[in-house]
T-cell receptor, first 113, second 111 residues
Framework: NAGVTQTPKFQVLKTGQSMTLQCAQDMNHEYMSWYRQDPGMGLRLIHYSVGAGITDQGEVPNGYNVSRSTTEDFPLRLLSAAPSQTSVYFC????????????FGDGTRLSIL | GENVEQHPSTLSVQEGDSAVIKCTYSDSASNYFPWYKQELGKGPQLIIDIRSNVGEKKDQRIAVTLNKTAKHFSLHITETQPEDSAVYFCAANTGGFKTIFGAGTRLFVKA
């Protein structure tokens, strides 16, 4: 079982560039989410999805875009990268929406110069 | 909105001692409280969780207690070992689609 797979593991971008962080899960989970982790701030929710075709905003959605065309995949797009988006990004999934344990990927470390 | 405060931010204990991490939450509607352990270079991993209809839950050396009246919950690790060294996050969920995390506690267990 691969669980939640994130690619790439590391990325360096220049300000203004765009890119897509990939996330895939093989557990047939309905709920998927994206968090960013910054020192001293824990994990903050960017966007989430409760099923294919359904997405919604979390706490810090500005500058990010998501879509969910299949149950397995939930990519996160940075539209125009800014230095403030330098962070570690985690994708997570759970069997159903609501109060359930989440399974996390190993993260993408992103630096914006 | 919901807020979760976690302390201490850093905790250093001697191997074999106990470690306690405390969290408080603001939304009285919160009903699910997971704890995650994050090792270096890895994603958080669930180690224990508790729901609001339970006051305490134990799993080997790990226990969690919940005080709904005071709106706080705690993680207790007994007989700590060097492999317990990691960052620990508490979190709260109100039953909706959003889980709010604490800022994390870095635990050092000295051999």
């Amino acid at each position: 079982n691969a669980g939640v797979t994130q690619t790439p593991k590391f990325q360096v971008l220049k300000t203004g560039q765009s890119m897509t962080l990939q996330c895939a899960q093989d557990m047939n989970h309905e709920y998927m989410s994206w968090y960013r982790q910054d020192p001293g701030m824990g994990l903050r929710l960017i966007h989430y999805s409760v099923g294919a075709g359904i997405t919604d905003q979390g706490e810090v959605p500005n500058g990010y875009n998501v879509s969910r065309s299949t149950t397995e995949d939930f990519p996160l797009r940075l539209l125009s990268a800014a230095p403030s988006q330098t962070s570690v990004y985690f994708c997570a999934s759970s069997y159903s929406p609501g109060p359930q344990p989440q399974h996390f990927g190993d993260g993408t470390r992103l630096s914006i110069l | 909105g919901e807020n979760v405060e976690q302390h201490p931010s850093t905790l250093s204990v001697q191997e074999g001692d106990s470690a306690v991490i405390k969290c408080t939450y603001s939304d009285s509607a919160s009903n699910y409280f997971p704890w995650y352990k994050q090792e270096l270079g890895k994603g958080p991993q669930l180690i224990i969780d508790i729901r609001s209809n339970v006051g305490e839950k134990k799993d080997q050396r790990i226990a969690v207690t919940l005080n709904k009246t005071a709106k706080h919950f705690s993680l207790h690790i007994t007989e700590t070992q060097p492999e317990d060294s990691a960052v620990y996050f508490c979190a709260a969920n109100t039953g909706g689609f959003k889980t709010i995390f604490g800022a994390g506690t870095r635990l050092f267990v000295k051999a």
